[in-house]
């Protein structure tokens, strides 16, 4: 299979460690698998899952991008039913004293990122994606964002839309250019925007 200009989606929960650390096995495993149904069922976009990653999901778009009012309100609604979401859990396990734990540890991060270094392979009777664009979206989860909540855009994906138009489509807040080194990649650019605003 050829590689493809492809669109990487990866929601990842954070707080995801700790609060399996912390809550007992029977709560974490009823709370996590069910955010993470949240995320998928909050897809309306045409996104695909690759794979679900423990606490995240890895969707891909090949083609046409969609436009950017579309990409930043599926971000949207992936943040916004999330935290419907951890609200439903807690009132539902209210009786565990570690319910409170839920919306208090938890939160989402949206990593995007576009390139044409990504192609599906067949392994077994799975289809995976691989190419060094699919590692540098996965790198992009370790960076030195000082926030819990963001969405963070790759500068492949910011460059593919008009100035004009990112500034219209995050009218809640102010994208943050940065960029990061990683090692046999070299640098990266991104820029990221707070997500907590939208919850006011």
Request: charged fraction near 25%; proline fraction near 4%; charge should be negative.
């Amino acid at each position: 299979m050829k590689a493809e200009p492809t669109l990487i989606c990866i929601p990842d929960i954070s707080g995801f460690t700790k609060f399996m650390r912390e809550a007992d096995f029977e709560l974490s495993s009823k709370v996590i698998p069910s955010l993470l149904n949240q995320i998928i069922y909050s897809n309306e976009i045409g996104l695909k899952v690759s794979e679900i990653e423990g606490d995240a999901v890895l969707f891909y778009k090949m083609g046409e991008l969609p436009t950017l009012k579309a990409l930043v309100d599926q971000c949207r609604q992936f943040y916004l039913e999330f935290y419907e979401q951890l609200e439903v859990l807690r009132k539902r396990y209210g009786e565990s004293d570690q319910a409170v734990m839920i919306p208090e540890m938890l939160g989402l991060k949206i990593v995007l990122h576009y390139g044409n270094e990504i192609a599906p392979v067949k392994v077994g009777t799975r289809i995976k994606l691989i190419g060094e664009d699919l590692i540098i979206a996965h790198k992009l989860l370790k960076n030195d964002v000082p926030l819990d909540e963001y969405i963070l855009l790759s500068e492949a994906l910011t460059d593919q839309y008009k100035n004009g138009a990112l500034l219209r489509n995050f009218e809640w807040g102010e994208l943050i250019e940065r960029d990061v080194e990683y090692r046999h990649l070299g640098e990266i650019n991104y820029s990221y925007i707070g997500l907590k605003p939208l919850l006011e």
